[in-house]
């Protein structure tokens, strides 16, 4: 049963700065985590085989480029662990306190991934070293996303919390615009001598001074108001984690499964599509990495608009138009990347935006929607790596082994229109949440 609370008959933020504040917040964690993920990935798709597991790529480049697509989901795997983490310590602490160190987490890895030694310098270790680092990226965002999607969600006009949760979703494509518009400009200025040599280091070092800014701006940002009326009420679960699998396993199940679809045709966009156009394909890579950056502008506008639209016509909706769209653009879209036409390679991915930004935006509103408060961060953080998990984490290196077993691009269309089916069915059963109250809820 849940109790009025005051915080579902607030206006959202008391003044229009605090709002930009919330937004600019939960904006700049996520921008920072998907690009620091996104130069990983692209960067797998064309250069860190060679460096780090050269002897393999000289040998078998097939299953060398299998095994760096590997080294992407690797990190998935320790989202979970990121999110039970942090997602019990912002149940009890506050969303800001594990927002910033998420943050910090997540810099300190990718900055250390520009400094490590290649292949070539110290042998085994130089994989091994990066395969830890990764795993540190991957134990921060698993925790990162839950808190920023809380962050907007929690601080939203009741009417507004898709558009707002819409934010934190944005960083998506904008992260992918800065990666992917960084190695455009790397891969047109220099020779693929210097970018082997030393070119390749430098987006993650960068990272960097994204991390300063997102720290400062962090630090001015508020505290959520529902985890500030569950703290006034002293009504803090002792344990907020056994409470969650006790009460909400189910919802933590279905969070999953809404998120697997899109999480898989988003990699294929961030990594497998570059590396597929660009060796597969023979395909020049400036002016791919160019058609995907373009596409990612499609991405952010596209996630505003499905948050926009799930305050309108509801959550469920719009996630089932997103996932339609996605499903029947899949065949078309492989004939249009196999036709090796960079103007109808650019179209392809634009078009694919169109479904990924209406199954992304309306996902904060939802998921806080379906948990109490008490348990949310933890419920939210902990579905949402379970999905990343099931479905972006090893989507690369799946496509790229149906591709070499079939021979035929098609199969990977089909291996995404499945997950469009498996997440469509996660988001009916979990039914229709807009207008739920979200201040916290007692048994």
């Known amino acids: 049963m849940t109790a009025m609370s005051s915080v579902d008959t607030q206006a959202g933020p008391s003044t229009k700065r605090e709002e930009r504040r919330v937004l600019a ?19 797998t798709a064309t250069l860190l085989s060679p460096l780090f597991l050269s002897p393999l790529e000289k040998s078998n480049p097939g299953l060398a480029q299998i095994l760096s697509f590997a080294t992407i989901g690797i990190s998935f795997l320790f989202r979970p662990l990121g999110g039970v983490v942090a997602g019990h310590l912002g149940d009890r602490l ?23 030694p290649t292949y070539e310098a110290i042998g085994f270790w130089a994989p091994v070293l990066l395969i830890a680092l990764r795993v540190a990226q991957g134990f921060s965002a698993g925790g990162e996303w839950g808190g920023a ?18 934010y934190p979703q944005i960083g998506v ?18 020779s693929k001598e210097a970018l082997t040599t030393w070119g390749w ?11 300063v800014v997102g720290y400062l701006i962090r630090r001015a940002v508020g505290e959520s108001p529902v985890f ?29 499964l809404i998120f697997i679809a899109n999480n898989a045709a988003g990699y294929l966009l961030i990594a497998f599509f570059i590396s597929y156009a660009t060796k597969a ?22 996630t505003m608009v499905g948050g926009w639209l799930s305050d309108k016509i509801g959550r469920v909706k719009t996630f089932l138009l997103g996932y339609a769209l996605v499903f029947v653009w899949m065949i078309p879209l492989f004939a249009m990347i196999d036709s090796k036409d960079l103007t109808l390679y650019g179209a392809a991915l634009f078009v694919l935006t169109i479904g990924l930004g209406l199954s992304y935006g309306p996902m904060s509103a939802m998921y806080a929607e379906m948990f109490p408060a008490q348990v949310r961060y933890s419920g939210i953080s902990i579905g949402y790596a379970l999905g990343a998990i099931l479905g972006g984490a090893f ?19 089909i291996y995404i229109m499945v997950l469009c089916v498996v997440s469509a069915l996660g988001v009916v059963l979990a039914r229709e949440t807009r207008g739920r109250p979200l201040g916290y809820s007692s048994h």
């Open 25 to 43: 917040g939960t904006l700049v964690g996520t921008t920072i985590e998907w690009y620091d993920f996104f130069i990983f990935a692209q960067l």
């Open 395 to 413: 989507a690369p290196m799946i496509a790229q082994a149906l591709l070499d077993s079939t021979k035929w691009s098609g199969s990977v269309g």
């Open 281 to 302: 394909l023979k395909m020049p890579a400036p002016p791919i990495l160019l058609a995907t950056t373009i596409a990612s502008f499609g991405w952010l506008i596209f």
């Open 94 to 116: 506050g969303r800001k306190a594990v927002l910033v160190m998420t943050l910090v987490t997540m810099g300190a890895a990718t900055a250390l991934i520009g400094l490590l």
């Open 173 to 190: 494509p904008i992260g992918m615009i800065l990666a992917t518009g960084l190695q455009y400009f790397l891969t047109s200025s220099m």
């Open 149 to 166: 999607a809380l962050m907007a969600v929690e601080h939203a006009p009741k009417p507004k919390r898709g558009l707002f949760g819409a």
């Open 228 to 256: 500030k009326e569950i703290a006034q009420r002293k009504a803090e679960s002792k344990a907020p984690l056994g409470e969650l699998f006790r009460e909400n396993s189910k919802e933590v199940i279905l969070a999953a």
């Open 201 to 211: 280091r430098v987006p993650f070092l960068l990272s960097l001074v994204l991390i």
